[in-house]
């Protein structure tokens, strides 16, 4: 690991048309280039500026159920949309979302392995088991894969990942002309993987990438989710409700990292953030209030609200109370287990109806997730205290608005965070690893030596 | 369908190191380069300006048999490669590669539809079945899917990208900013499909891309091969043993598309041509020489003819019989059933030993794959011959090395059709199925109508 200053890691949630639920809605976003791809390449071009360390996009492979999100995130798969950015930026990094439940490994293996090699050694993943019995639904299954399986599943899936990445030698291709000798004897190995979801005979038919293993970087907070983190991820997207309960995160995945074996420091911990941002905390408010303004409320929210607590709302409106006694146990939800709890905790100690708690799905910072509402200097101190004070080697941020969201965090943000040095001035080196700060098991390419 | 003058379309068929087997030897290839994105994408350009309809990227998920082909057609998975060279380009299409044995529908149609998108209309997609034991055991299964059934599950394939790419109608993105409505209501419908392989809910979540369907291109040449095309397929890469061979195959594609209620014009029949072009015919057939004379016989080329053939072939010697005793009847062979036909017919109709049939796999030409040498003009007259007499309606074209084979394809080739008026001087389209002349169901892309 290279000698530096430990700075805030900064990373940049893509969505195009920003990520409260009414930004499509504000003059200021570019919903009508929600398809447009120079459009992406603008918004990732002024994360490389403001010196961000990658670019993610949050993936489910299905339809939202609340039309007016069908744009989310962003409307392309996001591998696709990634590798095209990749083209057309030149240091940060790319991190795409696969779903282990859902996705076949050797191709998961491939198409990571190729961002690494097309971006030069910018690329990750984002490894989720998905949720919900809409997303089942789209690959030929009836119900979602149960918690305990699907994070089995997962495990095995990163495991057949780091042995497909690392199934080529870093000197495996000769590419000898003289000797007419392509690849080393003994330079690519099988890997001959034999688990209970998957059967993988490898070796990979991509060569080794520049990283040597991609970054894996992994977002589940139940017990199952930390456990798998500890073991397989470099990094971690964490909620961030409240500072106390992130450091909590944070320490268990550093202490799971340790007792694993594992360097803490190679493990990151980034908290997600929805930062409203502009000249004067002023500003930024009545930022807040306008988008807040256009929120729309429409039946699909007790849809996504019923999914989200795994009954069917369709015979109920929004000012009926949450039917508690309908909910399921917490052992036997199917979906996403930590949003569950939360909302089933609110709605029972604070008495609240369907629509009160739909509405905390609407809010200025999806569930779980930190508001972070001011000027530059404002919200740099906050995020410096959070990662001063053990709970963030840095952050995922979640633009409320696009393109005016990066614009801001970039133009009023990080300058103040440069002048304190907790962001590098200009990149250092030139892999996703490199920004990060990771160590790198493998530090070598498949640099091919042919005779030119 | 718009009227023109009908033209021959070419189509780049990439490789990194060139097609022939042993061109990563010569001096004048770039193997060193084969992991550089730049190096492609200064390939892709070069098509582009020969106005070639686009670059295709054949597949196979498993690594080659023979290590001396590990970097053959290109080292990345295609969708990846591809997306990154949609970003580089303006108006060659883009034809990735999919195992419909191995891979998922519903991602499959996510990855090509953003594909579309980002390229703006210039998308497709190549299905393949897969051959061989050796993939199959890459994702979870011990043997190859048998050939019917896996026909039966590409029609499967097929028919949900189909019912995914036109979920959402042409004007379902609304985007009304004043009255809070994303999607136009009815505009965006689940398909339901209930296959015996697939079960597929939908909707897509991608909008409708702008050809509304990317073009679909197939090439199994048995039976089932051809009812397959002749009923999804926009265009076919054929194989080119000879003109009569080429025109019956051309013959039964036109009449089974008509059978199906299918304009015979929707469909092109694109025959495999590897040219060896050169400013001369001298020059040409020196640079057959000099390519062939690099060729290395290995062991590993009798471990990719037992497996063309469907037997092991571990205990024998190249100076050996083929053991035509041991191996299997056609319709038992699980691989490519036209190889293996075409392989077993000469090996008993000549008396072959494993070498010599192994050395028919290593020629100057893939199996089934027509090598054509010489001049500009000579080149331009024979693929003349084959276009106006019913055997091609443009070309799948192999160059037998790169980046000369492009290159001298584009300086020599070209500049004759052109001036013979066979290939435009400049794209007069946007779109794929614009560049290849086949008229689209729906014209429509979805169009964003929110107000700026």
Redesign the interface.
């Known amino acids: 690991m290279t000698e530096r200053r430990r700075t805030i890691s900064l990373n940049f949630n893509l969505s195009g048309v920003g990520h409260h639920t009414?930004a499509?809605?504000?003059?200021d976003s570019r919903?009508?280039?929600?398809?447009d791809?120079d459009y992406y390449?603008q918004l990732a071009r002024t994360a490389e500026a403001g010196g961000f360390d990658s670019i993610f996009i949050a993936d489910?492979?299905?339809?939202?159920a609340d039309?007016?999100?069908?744009?989310a995130n962003t409307?392309?798969?996001p591998?696709?949309?990634l590798?095209?950015?990749?083209?057309?930026t030149t240091r940060i990094g790319i991190i795409p979302t696969i779903s282990t439940s859902?996705?076949?490994p050797?191709?998961a293996a491939?198409?990571i392995?190729?961002?690494d090699?097309?971006s030069?050694g910018r690329a990750g993943v984002n490894l989720v088991t998905s949720a919900g019995d809409?997303v089942a639904?789209?690959?030929?299954?009836?119900h979602h894969i149960q918690h305990a399986a699907r994070y089995a599943r997962a495990r095995e899936f990163a495991e057949v990942l780091e042995l497909l990445w690392t199934s080529w030698s870093p000197d495996a291709?000769l590419?000898d002309?003289e000797d007419?000798?392509?690849?080393r004897p003994g330079g690519?190995r099988p890997i001959d993987y034999e688990g209970e979801?998957?059967?993988?005979?490898?070796?990979?038919?991509?060569?080794r990438s520049p990283q040597g293993r991609p970054v894996v970087v992994q977002a589940g907070a139940s017990p199952a989710g930390i456990a798998l983190a500890a073991e397989h991820a470099d990094a971690v997207y964490a909620r961030s409700m409240s500072i106390d309960e992130t450091r909590g995160v944070y320490g268990a995945l550093k202490a799971g990292a340790s007792a694993r074996g594992r360097d803490p420091e190679s493990i990151k911990v980034l908290p997600g953030v929805v930062p409203y941002v502009a000249a004067t905390e002023k500003e930024a408010r009545e930022l807040v209030r306008e988008i807040e303004s256009?929120l729309?409320h429409?039946p699909a929210e007790l849809r996504v609200l019923g999914t989200m607590l795994g009954v069917d709302l369709s015979g109920y409106e929004p000012q009926d109370k949450v039917p508690l006694h309908l909910l399921p146990a917490p052992e036997e939800f199917n979906g996403s287990v930590t949003g569950f709890v939360e909302l089933r905790t609110m709605a029972a100690e604070e008495g609240l109806t369907l629509g009160e708690l739909a509405g905390r799905l609407g809010g200025i910072a999806p569930l779980g997730m930190w508001a972070l509402i001011g000027s530059g200097t404002q919200v740099a101190d906050r995020l410096q205290h959070w990662f001063e004070n053990g709970a963030a080697d840095g952050f995922n941020l979640m633009m409320p608005i696009a393109p005016g969201g990066v614009e801001a965090f970039v133009e009023h943000v990080v300058p103040v965070l440069r002048e304190r040095g907790l962001v590098r001035e200009e990149y250092t080196s030139t892999t996703l690893r490199g920004h990060l700060g990771i160590p790198l098991e493998e530090r070598e390419s498949?640099r091919?030596?042919?005779?030119?």
């Open positions: 009414s499509w809605r504000h003059p919903t009508e280039r929600a398809l791809l390449v489910t492979p299905a339809l939202r039309p007016n999100d069908a744009l409307p392309f798969e591998i696709t949309l590798a095209a950015l990749a083209a057309s859902y996705s076949d050797y191709t491939r198409q392995a190729s961002l090699l097309l030069k809409a639904r789209n690959h030929s299954r009836s291709v590419a002309r007419g000798v392509m690849i690519v979801f998957f059967q993988v005979a490898g070796p990979l038919n991509v060569p256009r729309v429409n498949a091919l030596e042919g005779t030119p």
